[in-house]
């Protein structure tokens, strides 16, 4: 067995330790980290692959995005941990029956890949001896695809602008102070100056007669 060979099975062992404890652990902080654990482990397998652009991709998009998001409200939200384990018991058997058809799928996927005969391997000299994937992609995306690319892109910036107009809006019940104002702020509008007497005669407190005292 190679080092390569030895990689993707410690690779491989790790993401599925991680993926279990996905869905094992009791506390859903613990169980994000586990999941940010698994891709990075499924990003690595890719790079021994040679599929450097998926695993850029895993790591930028997932790792550096979306599992972010998903730690903040997580640890933001406070989850009730009693009423997301409610039912568990009741809806086990569904589930599993559902795990149990997805792993015999992925397994009779797995097994008619490896009993495919091994490809030959091409002579030195030929045509994608030496190719990347990710310089092909590049390629494609600003060639063929250039315009639904452009089109994404501003799509994503639309919805940008608009998650920050929609934060920015003006509320009644906000205390927002534009910073504008305070700089045009003056000492004599925020503080006024009393001059008072040092001393002060104390006021009459006796009572009229024929009056009780209060």
Known sequence: MDAKTGLFYVFAAVLLFAAF?????????????Y????????AAVWMLLKAEFLA??????????????FLFVVMMLDVNLDSVRKGFWKHFPLAGTVGAIIALEMSYVLMGGFREPP???SAPGQLGEQVSNTKELGKLLYSEYLYPLEIAAVILLVAIIAAIALTLRKRKDSKHI????????RRQDRVSLV???????APNTVAPAGEKQS
Do not use: W
């Open 21 to 33: 404890r996905v869905i094992t652990s009791r506390n859903p902080v613990h169980a994000v980290l």
């Open 35 to 42: 999941l940010v654990l698994a891709f990075f482990q499924a």
């Open 56 to 69: 850029i991709a895993l790591v930028l998009v997932y790792v550096g995005a979306v599992m972010v998001l």
């Open 119 to 121: 490809k030959v391997a």
């Open 178 to 185: 534009d910073p504008a104002v305070q700089l045009r702020a």
């Open 195 to 201: 001059k008072m007497k040092s001393v002060v005669a």
